[in-house]
Protein backbone atom coordinates (compact mmCIF):
# COMPACT_ATOMS: atom_id res chain seq x y z
CA UNK A 1 0.00 0.00 0.00
CA UNK A 2 3.01 2.46 0.97
CA UNK A 3 3.66 2.58 -3.16
CA UNK A 4 0.41 3.80 -3.88
CA UNK A 5 0.24 6.42 -1.86
CA UNK A 6 3.95 7.35 -2.83
CA UNK A 7 2.86 6.99 -6.70
CA UNK A 8 -0.49 8.95 -5.93
CA UNK A 9 1.99 11.82 -4.19
CA UNK A 10 4.11 11.97 -7.13
CA UNK A 11 1.49 12.28 -9.64
CA UNK A 12 0.18 15.45 -7.36
CA UNK A 13 3.64 17.07 -7.27
CA UNK A 14 3.36 16.56 -11.31
CA UNK A 15 -0.04 17.99 -11.42
CA UNK A 16 0.85 20.96 -9.51
CA UNK A 17 4.33 21.24 -11.22
CA UNK A 18 2.25 21.31 -14.70
CA UNK A 19 0.09 23.79 -13.51
CA UNK A 20 2.89 26.21 -11.78
CA UNK A 21 4.85 25.74 -15.22
CA UNK A 22 1.76 27.29 -17.63
CA UNK A 23 0.98 30.07 -15.18
CA UNK A 24 4.48 31.20 -14.82
CA UNK A 25 5.58 30.82 -18.17
CA UNK A 26 2.35 31.15 -20.17
CA UNK A 27 2.62 28.07 -21.95
CA UNK A 28 1.00 24.55 -20.96
CA UNK A 29 3.63 21.51 -20.70
CA UNK A 30 1.96 20.56 -24.19
CA UNK A 31 2.91 24.20 -26.00
CA UNK A 32 6.55 23.44 -24.35
CA UNK A 33 7.04 19.88 -25.88
CA UNK A 34 5.80 21.46 -29.20
CA UNK A 35 8.56 23.71 -29.26
CA UNK A 36 11.37 21.28 -28.23
CA UNK A 37 10.08 18.90 -31.26
CA UNK A 38 9.80 21.82 -33.56
CA UNK A 39 13.31 23.09 -32.72
CA UNK A 40 14.14 19.52 -33.50
CA UNK A 41 16.63 18.96 -29.79
CA UNK A 42 17.28 15.19 -29.63
CA UNK A 43 18.04 13.77 -26.53
CA UNK A 44 17.05 14.00 -22.87
CA UNK A 45 20.10 15.79 -21.52
CA UNK A 46 20.03 17.57 -24.23
CA UNK A 47 16.65 19.02 -24.06
CA UNK A 48 16.97 19.93 -20.54
CA UNK A 49 19.79 21.92 -21.48
CA UNK A 50 18.56 23.87 -23.90
CA UNK A 51 14.76 24.90 -22.02
CA UNK A 52 16.87 26.17 -19.19
CA UNK A 53 19.67 27.80 -21.78
CA UNK A 54 17.43 29.29 -23.81
CA UNK A 55 14.18 29.70 -22.20
CA UNK A 56 14.98 29.94 -18.78
CA UNK A 57 12.83 27.49 -17.33
CA UNK A 58 14.25 25.83 -13.74
CA UNK A 59 15.79 22.20 -13.70
CA UNK A 60 12.66 20.87 -12.80
CA UNK A 61 10.29 22.30 -15.12
CA UNK A 62 12.82 21.40 -17.90
CA UNK A 63 13.17 17.26 -16.77
CA UNK A 64 9.67 17.65 -16.71
CA UNK A 65 8.85 19.14 -20.46
CA UNK A 66 11.84 16.46 -21.76
CA UNK A 67 10.03 13.45 -19.85
CA UNK A 68 6.58 14.52 -21.70
CA UNK A 69 7.86 15.46 -24.78
CA UNK A 70 9.71 11.81 -24.74
CA UNK A 71 6.20 10.68 -23.83
CA UNK A 72 4.33 12.38 -26.48
CA UNK A 73 6.66 10.45 -29.11
Sequence with gaps: ?????????HEQKK??????LAEKT???????ADLVRE??????????SWLK????LGHFQARAVAEHTKKRG
Excluded: C, L, P
Design 1 to 9: MAKKVSSDR
Design 15 to 20: ATMRKN
Design 26 to 32: GKNIDTW
Design 39 to 48: AGIEGFGAQV
Design 53 to 56: ENHN
